[in-house]
């Protein structure tokens, strides 16, 4: 009989297999119910009306003919996604579950990805905790159940960590590496933090003489430049104008303020405006764990661990730069954390895995280690102490700040004991197989309460257009994007001075208008702009959604003036 306090020696063959079970799980939770709405109660941020927005071009393509039919095209914006989802439309069709097929194909090759680095710098016990965690993560999996830019790129994310991690032992793996770091930037622009975290990465590899590890990091440096130059030359500079408004126009100058007032206003809510970190609460803790030891031994670990800190500070400072409110930003630090707490559960099994305490918990790193301190310290306690605070942000950040400031005020007057004896503590093998049901039980269950509450609104939304309008019609707002993947409607996105905005007055080619009526101007002002603008207009028919956390909401099919447009019902 094995001791339970050690890892399983689990065979070659013993592996597959049980990934291979994962991997089933993986696919059954994407794929199961494909025509469902995401989460309305309880909601992680998935906005399903960006569907059809982000896959514009692709379905255009497919159905007309060519790319571009109008001034809206995110098609440079997010050209991988565009060509995998036309992909996905020339083979099955255009429809919601054709469009949601990438990222529910993307998401299981992530959880294989993920495994196989983890088994590879860890255990292969750890690789299986990993691949398990990230299967069933339910955030996660609500993202890859819709067609949404964050999957895809999540997705790219964790298949190049994977290939710098097969790096270090194969040098040519660091091509994969560099391809899909700049796949995941051209889903996203959002992951360009990864093509730098690669780059920092293999030139700290080869400044700290890690020679082990060297060839791999020039593979993965050299990759990067070529890859990276043959995206310059054949898509950004030919398409110049449209990168730059589409990719800094439109996604950084309308960004929140960037002033130190609202600096300071994302660092306090960080952990305490959504659910994110609340909901995966002990896989955040375990990798706040595992990122500290990191921190500690960061000069001397193995490539593929030490970028996880890398991804993890910069993803944390791009979105600190940025935004903070919406919660789909958050999505790409869930692989990162997941990989951290399978090491502490499948290979270290204690909190703190720094052997030599004496030597990385010296006075010396004090000093920088503090601020690094306080920060994690107030994620992991404002991500609970939120829970007793909902909807009230100034409440849960002064008890939180309190909170974590005492601890680690505690933390600085003992050191190092704190540090030192949660190095030493460590639990058996079984210990982390408990903690590992409990995590998978309550992403479980989540995602039970969501089945038991499940709707087809949005799907029904669309059927119902389909019937309604004849194929080619012209329908202007965003909501026509939205409940276009069921159609042959030909939507007219409105965007803040982007898309087709100059024009949005005079396009009485367009008889028609969707968008929200309850709640009204969901899609944002310009909408409304756009209604005031035809007094005449009369609603031909509403459809109910789920959107917003009531999940009743209310869409109408209007017309711009009586007669504008042949509606219809088809018989």
Same mark, same amino acid.
Request: aromatic share 12%; proline share 5%; hydrophobic share 55%.
């Given at each position: ?282 896989? %955040?803790?375990?990798?706040?764990? #595992? +990122? @500290? ?5 960061? /000069? $001397?670990? !193995?490539?593929?661990? &030490? ?94 700040? %309190?909170?974590?400031?005492?601890? #680690? +005020? @505690? ?5 190092? /004991? $704190?540090? !030192?004896?949660?190095? &030493? ?112 207009? !009369? ?33």
């Amino acid at each position: 009989m094995s001791d339970p306090a050690t890892p399983p020696r689990l065979s070659r063959s013993q592996f597959v297999v049980v990934l291979f079970l994962v991997l089933m799980a993986a696919a059954g939770l994407r794929s199961i119910y494909p025509l469902a709405d995401p989460p309305s109660h309880a909601s992680v941020g998935v906005v399903w009306h960006d569907e059809g927005a982000w896959v514009h071009n692709a379905r255009n393509r497919a159905l007309f003919g060519a790319w571009i039919q109008d001034d809206w095209n995110p098609l440079f914006i997010t050209p991988v996604m565009t060509g995998l989802e036309y992909v996905s439309f020339w083979v099955f069709g255009v429809g919601l579950w054709q469009a949601r097929l990438v990222s529910d194909i993307l998401g299981v090759l992530s959880v294989l990805a993920i495994a196989a680095g983890v088994a590879r710098i860890a255990t292969p016990a750890a690789g299986l905790i990993a691949g398990l965690l990230l299967a069933t993560n339910y955030v996660y999996v609500m993202y890859d159940r819709a067609a949404v830019m964050e999957a895809t790129m999540v997705a790219f994310l964790v298949i190049a960590w994977w290939g710098y991690v097969r790096a270090s032992d194969a040098p040519a793996w660091g091509v994969l590496a560099a391809i899909a770091a700049f796949l995941a930037y051209f889903s996203k622009a959002t992951g360009v933090f990864f093509v730098v975290s690669l780059a920092l990465d293999a030139l700290i590899t080869l400044t700290r003489r890690q020679r082990a590890y060297a060839r791999g990091a020039i593979w993965t440096l050299g990759s990067l430049a070529v890859v990276g130059l043959a995206a310059l030359l054949l898509f950004i500079v030919p398409y110049w104008d449209q990168y730059h408004f589409y990719n800094w126009e439109t996604s950084v100058t309308r960004r929140p303020s960037y002033s130190l007032t609202a600096l300071k206003d994302r660092i306090t809510w960080f952990p305490i405006i959504h659910d994110f970190f609340s909901r995966m609460w002990i896989v %955040t803790l375990l990798g706040i764990g #595992a +990122l @500290a030891a990191i921190a500690a031994r960061f /000069r $001397v670990l !193995r490539p593929g661990e &030490r970028v996880l800190a890398l991804w993890i500070g910069f993803g944390t400072l791009e979105l600190l730069a940025r935004d903070v409110g919406n919660e789909r930003y958050f999505v790409y630090l869930i692989p990162p954390l997941v990989v951290l707490a399978a090491l502490v559960l499948g290979r270290d099994r204690r909190l703190l895995a720094i052997d030599d305490t004496r030597e990385r918990l010296s006075p010396g790193r004090l000093a920088w280690l503090t601020p690094f301190m306080l920060f994690i310290l107030y994620v992991a306690v404002g991500s609970i102490v939120r829970l007793a605070f909902r909807f009230q942000i100034r409440p849960g950040v002064r008890v939180s700040a %309190t909170i974590a400031s005492l601890v #680690a +005020l @505690a933390i600085l007057v003992t050191w190092p /004991r $704190v540090p !030192r004896a949660l190095s &030493r503590h460590s639990w058996g093998f079984g210990a982390s197989l408990v903690v590992v049901a409990l995590i998978v039980a309550a992403d479980l269950a989540q995602f039970g309460r969501w089945v038991a509450v499940r709707s087809y609104k949005n799907y029904a939304a669309m059927r119902a257009i389909a019937d309604w309008l004849p194929p080619g019609t012209l329908v202007h707002g965003k909501l026509a994007n939205g409940l276009a993947l069921e159609s042959r409607i030909r939507p007219i996105f409105i965007g803040r001075n982007f898309g087709n905005y100059r024009d949005r007055f005079s396009r009485d080619d367009v008889p028609y208008i969707l968008t929200y009526t309850s709640p009204p101007g969901l899609e944002g002002q310009v909408i409304l702009e756009v209604l005031a603008a035809y007094p005449k207009r !009369r609603i031909l028919r509403t459809f109910e959604l789920s959107e917003t956390s009531s999940g009743h909401d209310e869409a109408a099919l209007i017309e711009k003036w009586p007669g504008a447009g042949q509606g219809r019902k088809r018989e």
